[in-house]
């Protein structure tokens, strides 16, 4: 069983930064492409960005420029930082790591206006 634990959410205003972190349970982390979803009220899921086992980088065109992912394999730990948020860009965000079933149980992120 693996676990997958975000952190980092909050309120920030319009223009503010964050960084949210995923930490998985397990030392297969490495062996896997992750990835940053998003869920907003009453809108379905929806892909951020994602990470390959290697580093390369890919994202949706809302949050190009703005976001960017990372990962630390020796921490087992993605990270999304994001700059210039916007109010549209409230949700909640989950890490999956790819090609399995495993989810986080996801981070409050809050933009004020």
């Known amino acids: 069983q693996v676990q997958l634990v975000e952190s980092g959410g909050g309120l920030v205003q319009a223009g503010g930064s964050l960084r949210l972190s995923c930490v998985a349970s397990?030392?297969?982390?490495?062996?896997?492409?992750m990835g940053w979803y998003r869920q907003a009220p009453g809108k379905q899921r929806e892909w951020v960005a994602t990470i390959s086992r290697g580093g390369f980088a890919n994202y949706a065109d809302f949050v190009k420029g703005r976001f960017t992912i990372s990962r630390d394999n020796a921490k087992k730990t993605v990270y999304l930082f994001m700059n210039n948020l916007k109010p549209e860009d409230t949700a909640v965000y989950y890490c999956?790591?790819?090609?399995?079933?495993?989810w986080g149980q996801g981070t409050q992120v809050t933009v004020s206006s």
């Open positions: 999956k790591m790819l090609g399995t079933i495993y």
């Open positions: 397990t030392s297969i982390f490495s062996s896997y492409d």
